[in-house]
């Protein structure tokens, strides 16, 4: 299974930006789907994420602001980054919960993490 992550870049502040993640790979299902952040000598953060059934969550400092979505069939997740701030610069992981099989074991829950694209943001 591989997650490739594409749509970071630079951006003035107050502009856009949007993140795509797409899983693939001999994938049963999965789970939840999401975004993180890290800047170096910090730990990566939870920004959002999107259950298989829609229901998303977020940090409080992107509500309003970032907006998650996913196609299911597509294995797809986005992050559309709006109204954006130096201090969302940082390096964002795509993270899923992806359900497979590993042997003779079915429905095992393994989590896999993009590459990461820098986000950087200049006032």
């Known amino acids: 299974v591989q997650l490739v992550e594409s749509g970071g870049g630079s951006v003035q502040a107050g502009g856009s930006l949007r993140l795509s993640c797409t899983a693939s790979g001999i994938i049963f299902s999965i789970n939840d789907m999401g975004w993180y952040r890290q800047v170096p000598g910090k730990q990566r953060e939870l920004v959002a994420v999107i259950g298989n059934d829609g229901r998303t969550h977020y940090a409080d400092s992107v509500k309003g602001r970032f907006t998650v979505s996913r196609d299911n069939a597509k294995n797809t997740v986005w992050l559309q980054m709006n109204s954006l701030k130096p201090e969302d610069t940082s390096v964002y992981y795509c993270?899923?919960?992806?359900?497979?099989?590993?042997?003779?074991?079915?429905?095992?829950?393994?989590?896999?993490w993009g590459q990461g694209t820098q986000v950087t943001v200049s006032s």
């Open positions: 993270n899923a919960q992806i359900v497979e099989t590993i042997g003779q074991t079915m429905g095992v829950i393994s989590a896999y």
